[in-house]
């Protein structure tokens, strides 16, 4: 089974800046990204990108976030810039091969004040 781990939450002012992590544990993830929770909401789709490095982004952080990754060191890394209140929520990183089970990281907590 695949194992996630993230590292690089924290608080920051809005309008500050904040770099996300994650390393699997193998390299079969085709898919890979992030999804966040806020409290008593949904988890939802941040940012995915393919192996060959294409990305996909919710509306919502389009100009905002850039998704990478390095298929060599098994790592997916997610910028986020110009953060705002409403990007507060626990994410998650994410990966999946194909139509393969889903495998999740276990959260890390982002805060954004005002």
């Known amino acids: 089974q695949v194992q996630l781990v993230e590292s690089g939450g924290g608080l920051v002012q809005a309008g500050g800046s904040l770099t996300l992590s994650c390393t699997a544990s193998e390299s079969s993830s085709s898919t890979m990204g992030w999804y966040r929770q806020a409290p008593g909401k949904q988890r939802e789709l941040v940012a995915l990108?393919?192996?060959?490095?294409?990305?996909t982004y919710a509306d919502s952080v389009k100009g905002r976030f850039t998704i990478s990754r390095d298929n060599v060191k098994n790592t997916v890394a997610l910028q986020m810039n110009s953060l705002k209140p409403m990007d507060t929520a626990v994410y998650y990183c994410?990966?999946?091969?194909?139509?393969?089970?889903?495998?999740w990281g276990q959260g890390t907590q982002v805060t954004v004040s005002s």
């Open positions: 990108v393919s192996r060959g490095g294409m990305p």
């Open positions: 994410y990966g999946r091969n194909l139509s393969g089970p889903m495998y």
